[in-house]
Each structure stands twice: as structure tokens, then as C-alpha cells.
């Protein structure tokens, strides 16, 4: 990479990157970035903006590798520009000479103890309710590139409403599934409706509790409230005596025939899900593997059970093989899994191609739990803390099982 020489300087990657985003590669001299100290604030700041949270963990006045960060990166016109599109920035600094407000300095080492920060620099991306989205470890001079590369896919990777147009479709999931159906209805010709619908729809609590336990459908008028969907819904209406009007938002459990929630105008994010998150059906599961973690995080909290996941190589690694077919394949483990736990596949394949959201969330999740190699089984509860660690044992499921017995009822150590 070439090394820049002025705030306009060559970092022709980035740009690039920025361009690709849809902004503007210009050599137009850019605000700073804007970085806060206090964490609440932060907070505040990105559930206003609905933006996700960027904590810089780093030794300004002594260590050489934060500071290649900031000059390559965080102090460039095409990173200030991109940030301030999407982030909340959050400076949580360990300085041996400056010195700090008392608040600052116990907050930055609640922090580093909170997120496990084990070296400097580190930068942790949060949602606005605090939950870790990504992370990047470490930085060398030149990594700029590689480094905006990861940052974006970290951003990116944010969970997104699994929305269905048809209310038949969903009504008939949310049976099948034993799942409650989110219905929402808004007016796209009218910008409040539009906006107060894209805050609903874009919540990452509400789209994590939703994934998992609702079928959610969407219909935008006057556009999807036409043909079969409208006479759908008044069907609804009629059944569960629901206002029959725009703007409304309505969570039913379809099999109980019960309404759980129901608002005559679109309510914040934070209403819906504290009004449905403790009255949900319980949802059903099959033991099947799952590629997201968010996902099978609230599978787990509302079954109250643990998470396995299986960091493998499936298309490469031997080991990886062998404990898919002599445990994992086996009618004993599913038959455990499907009662006792909820299982995640997170594959780093060389010949498969996944999704970039998934690539960004299994490359987050390997560095968030230390895992050196492959096959590497962890053992989590549902707040995400681990319980403890596995891998390939001889002799079939009936061995694994019982150590995992061991790990997930605490006899094992963690």
C-alpha cells in the first residue's frame, strides 16, 4: 500500500471503497471525525441515529501501532466520511502520561474487562443495545485496506428483518413454525409512516427478537395492500378486532387465536419488544444447524438452553470431517441436540462460498472466542458467555456427549 503524504494523499484502496459505497472520492477537504469519551453518550447518540457504536481501545501517548491506526485510517477524510454515515465513534483510551476525568479512566477499564480486551489497539463495533457486532484486532503499518475492508463488512453484517409481502405466506409460516406473526401496516406515500416503519424494520433488537420468534409481515400501501393480502387482512381484523387502518402494527399468536400486542399508530422498536418479548410462543426447533448466531442467541434465550458451535473447515479439514460424521451425523447427538441445545455451524470453507455478512460474522465470532484451529467446539449460554471448549474425541457421540453433559450442567471447567 502506498503511505500517504497529506490529508489528500494516495490511499486510492480506501477511496475506492468509499466510491463503492456510494460516497464521494473527492479531494474535499473533510470534518474530523467526531469521537466521544463517554460510553452513555455514545449510546444515546446511536439509538438516536439508529447507528451502530465504533470503540477505539488504544494507547495514544505510547503505543506505535494505535498510532499507525489513526494516521492510516481513523484520521483519513474517507474514513470521517463513511463514519459518519454509520457509526458512533467512542474513544476509549489508556494513556500512561495525559490525564483523565475519574469517570472516564473506570469506565475505559469496565470496558477492556467487559469485552475482553487483551492487547492495544483494538476496535470493537457494538449495536445500540450493546451487543458486540464485530471486532478488529491489532494493526500493522500499510493494513489500511484490509482494515476499511473488514470495517465495512462488520457494518454490513447487521441483522435484517426476514420481512414477507404476503400475509397468507406468513400467516401459514407462523402456523407451521408455532411462531407469532408480526404484521405491520404503513403507508410508503406518506414520509412519517414510511420513516417511523423503516425504524421498526431496522431495530436490531426488535429484528433479532422477531427472526427467531415472529414471522413478520410488511405490507405498504397502497402497494401491497391490494388483491388477496387486503382481504387477508380485513380477515384479521374482523377475527381479532384490529383497526382496520393504516399505520398500525399488530403481534398474534396465530395457533393460541390470541392477540399478544396491538398499536393503532407505529410505536418505537422499544415498545413493541417490551410488550411481547415475555408472552411469545415458545418457539419450535428441530436440532437442525444454524449459520446466525443472532438468531440462535434468541432461539437459546427463549428455549433456555445452551449453544454448541462447530468452528470447521467442512470442505478441507480432516479432523472437521470426522466429527461431523462419527458425532454430529449420528441419530444419538440429534436426537440430544434437538432437546437439549441449539447448534451453530460457523465454516470457514476454501472452495464454498458464503455470504459476506456470514464470512464477517464467523471471522467476529473465531476472534471474539479465540479459536486457534479447526474442528473447535464451543459451548455458550444464551448471553453468549462461554461455558467451555471441545473438539474431535474418538469413540462416537456416546463420549462427547457425556463431556458436553459435563460442560453445560458446570462440572466441567469453564
Known amino acids: 500500500m502506498v503511505r500517504t503524504t497529506g490529508r489528500c494523499g494516495a490511499w486510492a484502496a480506501v477511496a475506492a471503497v468509499v466510491v463503492a459505497a456510494g460516497l464521494a472520492a473527492t479531494c474535499v477537504e473533510a470534518s474530523p471525525p467526531k469521537w466521544q469519551t463517554l460510553m452513555a453518550k455514545a449510546q444515546d447518540e446511536a439509538r438516536a441515529q439508529d447507528k451502530l457504536i465504533l470503540l477505539n481501545f488504544t494507547g495514544s501517548d505510547w503505543c506505535p501501532y494505535c498510532a499507525e491506526l489513526k494516521r492510516e485510517v481513523l484520521d483519513m477524510p474517507a474514513f470521517a466520511e463513511w463514519a459518519d454515515r454509520n457509526l458512533v465513534l467512542l474513544q476509549v483510551d489508556f494513556p500512561r502520561k495525559a490525564r483523565q476525568p475519574t469517570a472516564v479512566k473506570n469506565q475505559n477499564e469496565r470496558l477492556k474487562t467487559e469485552l475482553k480486551i487483551e492487547s492495544l489497539p483494538a476496535v470493537v463495533f457494538l449495536d445500540r443495545e450493546g451487543h458486540e457486532v464485530g471486532r478488529i484486532p491489532g494493526y500493522a ?5 484490509a482494515w476499511m475492508e473488514k470495517a465495512r463488512a462488520i457494518v454490513g453484517s447487521r441483522p435484517r428483518l426476514e420481512l414477507s409481502e404476503s400475509l397468507a405466506t406468513g400467516v401459514g409460516q407462523a402456523r407451521r413454525e408455532g411462531k407469532a406473526l408480526l404484521l405491520i401496516v404503513s403507508n410508503s406515500r406518506d414520509a412519517d409512516s414510511a420513516a417511523k416503519a423503516a425504524a421498526l424494520t431496522g431495530n436490531a433488537e426488535l429484528v433479532r427478537l422477531a427472526n427467531a420468534r415472529m414471522v413478520s409481515v410488511h405490507l ?7 388483491g388477496e393480502n387486503l382481504t387477508r387482512r380485513r380477515e384479521l381484523a374482523r377475527r381479532y378486532g384490529l383497526v382496520d387502518q393504516l399505520d398500525t402494527v399488530a403481534v ?20 413493541v419488544v417490551k410488550a411481547v418479548k415475555d408472552v411469545l410462543p415458545v418457539p419450535k426447533y428441530d436440532g437442525s444447524w444454524l449459520d446466525d448466531f443472532a438468531k440462535a442467541q434468541s432461539l437459546a434465550a427463549a428455549l433456555n438452553r445452551p449453544m454448541l458451535l462447530d468452528f470447521t473447515g467442512s470442505d478441507w ?7 461431523d460424521n462419527e458425532i454430529f451425523s449420528t441419530q444419538q447427538f440429534k436426537d440430544y441436540a434437538r432437546e437439549k441445545l441449539v447448534l451453530v455451524k460457523l465454516d470457514f470453507p476454501q472452495s464454498k462460498t458464503l455470504a459476506p455478512a456470514t464470512v464477517a460474522q464467523n471471522r467476529t465470532l473465531a476472534t471474539k472466542y479465540s479459536v486457534r484451529g479447526y474442528p473447535t467446539v464451543v459451548i455458550l449460554d444464551a448471553s ?6 471441545m473438539g474431535y474425541m474418538e469413540g462416537g457421540p456416546e463420549p462427547f456427549l457425556k463431556k458436553l453433559a459435563g460442560i453445560t450442567q458446570g462440572k466441567a471447567q469453564k
Open 384 to 389: 453468549g458467555t462461554q461455558l467451555g471448549r
Open 317 to 323: 479439514c480432516p479432523w472437521c470431517v470426522k466429527l
Open 252 to 271: 398474534i399468536d396465530v395457533a393460541g387465536e390470541k392477540v399478544l400486542y396491538t398499536s393503532d399508530s407505529l410505536p418505537a422498536p422499544e415498545d
Open 220 to 226: 405498504k400501501s397502497p402497494e401491497g395492500l391490494r
Open 141 to 145: 503499518a500499510g493494513e489500511g485496506d
